[in-house]
């Protein structure tokens, strides 16, 4: 029998993700109408971003010709040729993915003909003048793209272009609030509302239930859990005889390739029981079954990224969750603001960690931070990598979301709450 390629099985499967992909679209369309009557798609961050784009450009030719010309030496590279060869191959498909509309920015305003060595001091102030005009965007974006741009630069200056020495130091706004009202963590009545919308698809659609109420209890990034391994990444610690989500790069079974965003980021984190209680485990064991290789491929196909075999497995989870919060701020369920539902759910998580006098070390090493300050690197890896030590945390401090989970689920499927499994002694 010939031997299967688990790589070729992947690209035939995003193949025919990609064909079916029309009708998939508009079966999820009516799906949520069904949710929400009253859906109107708000405009998306894209939209603001591409009109941004335009008024940057309109801004550029305006002040264009008011620049004195640089040195007479030039740089071999134009501004969009020299963004091409910073994105090349050293850089992580993710990263990559992450820095290129950031950059895109900076060339749309400066011009992608002119040649890299004409980006003065004076030339990059504007563009940072321009980018902290940006209305409704958060210090901490603006800061993205300035120092974005400046990064490449000083990137090339460091191959030896004959770039000015380009500084953004003076260029950032200050903050004026805390950074953790900048990447906003849902209240507790908040996390209420947005359980009370997922409950409804926990039997209609588990999918997508699993993927917003895992992640709140998990606390980690939506792409890690997306891309985890079914056969290889959730596993029973023997010591404890709990189970546990295993973040890694390491390809598995799928013969996938993972992307984690840094070294502190590999860990282990266990599973409240109450995720146990409600059936993630028989979830997990339906999709094995059913053949997948990660949790939500049958639901949302990979999204193809730059190099062969490395997939986005997130992309269109993260879809659902941006047009989800914007028909909550809609209908006035929740507040407006600079909430994201991925990633102000893992902020939540983080936040009642510290809520719940869980230490620094610990809350690091259950999300993936990396520790600042007068911690034992040595011991540090070791925790990261151990679960038994997590279960206090994960046991005792998540009491409250177990609470809004159960009224949301009983209210939508009609059944009486029960209780959580007790931990193994």
């Known amino acids: 029998m010939a031997q299967r390629n688990p790589e070729a099985d992947l690209l035939r499967l995003v193949e025919l993700r990609r064909a079916t992909a029309p009708l998939r679209e508009e079966i999820d369309r009516l799906r949520e109408e069904l949710l929400d009557s009253n859906y109107r798609h708000n405009k998306s961050l ?27 030496k030039q740089s071999k590279y134009s501004v969009a040729e020299a963004i091409q060869k910073y994105l090349g191959k050293g850089m992580k498909p993710r990263s990559r993915t992450r820095f290129r509309p950031l950059l895109a920015t900076f060339e749309k305003f400066v011009g992608p003909a002119t040649n890299l060595a004409e980006v003065t001091q004076a030339r990059y102030s504007e563009y940072a003048d321009s980018v902290n005009a940006a209305e409704g965007w958060s210090i901490a974006t603006k800061k993205l793209y300035i120092t974005a741009a400046g990064t490449m630069i ?127 485990l028989k979830f997990l064991e339906r999709e094995r079954k059913a053949g997948a290789r990660t949790l939500f491929e049958r639901a949302w196909a990979p999204h193809k990224q730059d190099e062969a075999a490395t997939f986005n497995f ?50 690091c090493a259950i999300a993936g931070h990396k520790p600042e300050g007068g911690i034992n690197a040595s011991r ?8 038994e030590p997590k279960l206090a945390s994960i046991d005792a401090g998540f009491d409250e979301y177990v609470k809004l989970l159960r009224v949301a689920v009983a209210a939508s499927t009609g059944r009486r709450p029960r209780r959580t499994p007790k931990p193994a002694s």
Request: aromatic share 10%; hydrophobic share 40%; glycine share 8%.
């Open 154 to 280: 000083r990137w090339h200056a460091n191959r030896g272009e004959p770039v000015e020495s380009i500084s953004a130091g003076s260029l950032i706004l200050a903050k004026t609030q805390p950074t953790s009202w900048e990447r906003d963590a849902f209240t507790m009545p908040e996390l209420g509302v947005i359980f009370g919308y997922v409950a409804h698809t926990y039997e209609s659609e588990p999918h997508w239930f699993w993927a917003v109420v895992a992640t709140a209890f998990l606390g980690c990034r939506i792409e890690e859990l997306a891309q985890a391994d079914t056969e290889s990444d959730f596993k029973k610690d023997a010591a404890t005889g709990r189970w546990f989500i295993d973040i890694n790069e390491t390809i598995g079974s799928g013969a996938h390739k993972k992307s984690v965003k840094k070294e502190s980021g590999w860990r282990t984190v266990p599973f409240h029981l109450e995720l146990i209680r409600l059936g993630f």
């Open 314 to 363: 997130s992309h269109g989870i993260t879809k659902r969750g941006s047009r989800t919060i914007a028909r909550l701020v809609k209908h006035g369920d929740l507040p407006p603001g600079r909430a994201t539902f991925f990633h102000s759910l893992r902020h939540t998580f983080i936040s009642h960690l510290a809520a719940q006098g869980v230490p620094v070390e610990m809350r």
């Open 46 to 72: 894209r939209e603001l971003q591409a009109e941004h784009l335009s008024q940057l450009a309109s801004v550029a030719t305006a002040t264009q010709a008011t620049h004195a010309k640089p040195s007479a």
């Open 380 to 387: 540090y890896s070791k925790l990261r990598a151990q679960v």
